[in-house]
Structure formats: structure tokens, C-alpha cells
């Protein structure tokens, strides 16, 4: 997370809290429903989701493509 936006650390360099997620949107989602993110960051903001959104968006379009 890099000021309240969750961005993919594909090489597992950025400092902080991470958090893991299987790369498949249907996690995503189930991991939003369960307010995931906020707990596993300790925050209690909401959180940016649209990069990590993009990132696997992009992921499963490769996959298909």
C-alpha cells in the first residue's frame, strides 16, 4: 500500500505491511466484501483498489489472450 492505494509488489521490495492475494478477480472481490484489505493494513481508511483492480484485470486478459 502506497498512500492508501494498493498497488501489486511483484518483486516484493516496497516497505510496509503487505498483504497476499490469489491473482484471480473473484478473490479480489470476496476479499472487498470481507473488507480484507483495511484489516490486513491495520487502517481504517478506505483503501484504492483500482491499480491492484487494473493489474489483475490485465493478468487474466494475457491468460485468455
Known sequence: ?????IVPDLR?????????L?????????????RAFPRAFRVAVPLDLS???GHLEEQQAERIG
Open 1 to 5: 500500500m502506497v498512500e492508501g492505494v
Open 12 to 20: 516484493r521490495r516496497l516497505q510496509g505491511r503487505g498483504a497476499s
Open 22 to 34: 490469489h491473482p484471480t478477480l473473484s478473490c479480489l472481490e470476496l476479499a472487498e466484501r470481507r
Open 51 to 53: 491499480r491492484l483492480r
